[in-house]
């Protein structure tokens, strides 16, 4: 089941597509390590898509093939150990990088609309919340400073620094 994003309509898919036309002209494009080295330029084409067209769940769907089916850890002991991907890796890149792209792009579109915050909310219905994640619910941000922050270009901001992380279920709107 996809996120709920409350502010995702053409307007904020502009914005979300200019940050990762951003993240491209600056070479700054992230693909995610379980994507296979030769897919990664269809990754972010897919990613593109999901921006313009559709949701996470879209771009789950089609993403799992791309996905290695290995990967190396590291063990308790200090060595390395050969695993199996989890089965919802897919669904974590594609919830993980859609919703940043997201959360950039309702904060430049904030910014640019002269706002100068952006609330965090509940994308993702939990049972049972962690509560890192619930103390964060209903805060506001500074746009800009969610905007630099997921862009990698701060570190400042401890209550923005907690968005954007894997499997967290939190968004943001507009105020």
């Given at each position: 089941m996809p996120l709920m994003y409350e502010n995702l309509d053409p307007t904020t898919r502009r914005f979300a597509l200019a940050e990762l036309d951003w993240?491209?002209?600056?070479?700054?494009a992230h693909v995610p390590d379980?994507?296979?080295?030769?897919?990664?330029?269809?990754?972010?084409?897919?990613?593109r898509d999901a921006l313009r067209y559709y949701d996470d769940q879209w771009l789950e769907d089609h993403v799992d093939e791309l996905?290695?089916?290995?990967?190396?850890?590291?063990?308790?002991?200090g060595g390395q150990a050969t695993a199996r991907i989890p089965t919802g890796?897919?669904?974590?890149?594609?919830?993980?990088?859609?919703?940043?792209?997201?959360?950039?792009?309702?904060?430049?579109?904030?910014?640019?609309e002269g706002r100068q915050v952006v609330e965090v909310y509940r994308a993702r219905l939990s049972l049972e919340p962690r509560t890192v994640s619930s103390e964060l619910e209903g805060t506001r941000i500074p746009a800009s400073d969610l905007?630099?922050?997921?862009?990698?270009l701060s570190g400042d901001a401890p209550a923005v620094s907690r968005l954007g992380k894997p499997n967290s279920g939190l968004s943001v709107r507009m105020v």
């Open positions: 993240d491209e002209e600056q070479h700054r379980r994507i296979r080295p030769e897919a990664q330029s269809e990754y972010l084409a897919r990613l996905v290695v089916d290995f990967e190396t850890r590291k063990t308790r002991s890796a897919a669904r974590m890149i594609a919830e993980g990088d859609f919703n940043r792209y997201y959360m950039r792009g309702v904060a430049a579109r904030a910014v640019a905007l630099n922050e997921l862009r990698g």
